[in-house]
């Protein structure tokens, strides 16, 4: 077995040795709200956010963006699960910033393993074995950190299976001080109707 799964799997016998009341949490998040952010793994939403198992819904993707699938995990968070109230927190210096579909796209046609970023530009240490099918997916990258937050905010907004009653707040992390700033315009889009 690999190292990794060695470390995990020993990091989860210390977990569950003192898993103690956890056992008694219910299903439905206890504090009724949901959080759609990146995967960067300087982002720990547990931690910024103050959260303990079984408080909230935390959806996490690649720059955290309103993809069909990240509302299809709004929509069972507030339709099954009763959260009420939603969060979008993008964060600076997101990796999504960094590409472009066509950038990404092209290095995938090439080249399936990691490609190397020199501060400007990406290239492929190796090539060959690529495939085509990075082309047709969209990646949603990001230009903006506050007019991405604006735009997932306002398209889970105006989704129809979303409920006009539920806030959507907009915030960026910022991974240099560990603090959230509202996007007041994301923010201002996500009032309830
Ligand atoms: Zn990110």
Known sequence: M???VDDVI???KKYASSFGAKKELALPPARGFAILTCM???LDPAKYAGLAEGDAHVIRNAGGRASDDAI????ISHKLL???EWFVIHHSNCGMELFTDDVIGDLLEDNLDTAHFDGKAWSNPKHGGGA????FIKWLTIKNQRSSVVDDVRRIREHALVPGHIPIYGYVYEVHSGELVEVKEATLAGLPR
Not at 72 to 75: A, E, G, T
């Open 82 to 84: 009763g959260t009420r």
């Open 2 to 4: 690999s190292k990794i």
């Open 132 to 135: 085509s099918a990075g082309q």
């Open 40 to 42: 960067d793994a300087r």
């Open 10 to 12: 020993a990091a989860n």
């Open 72 to 75: 299809r995990s709004l929509v």
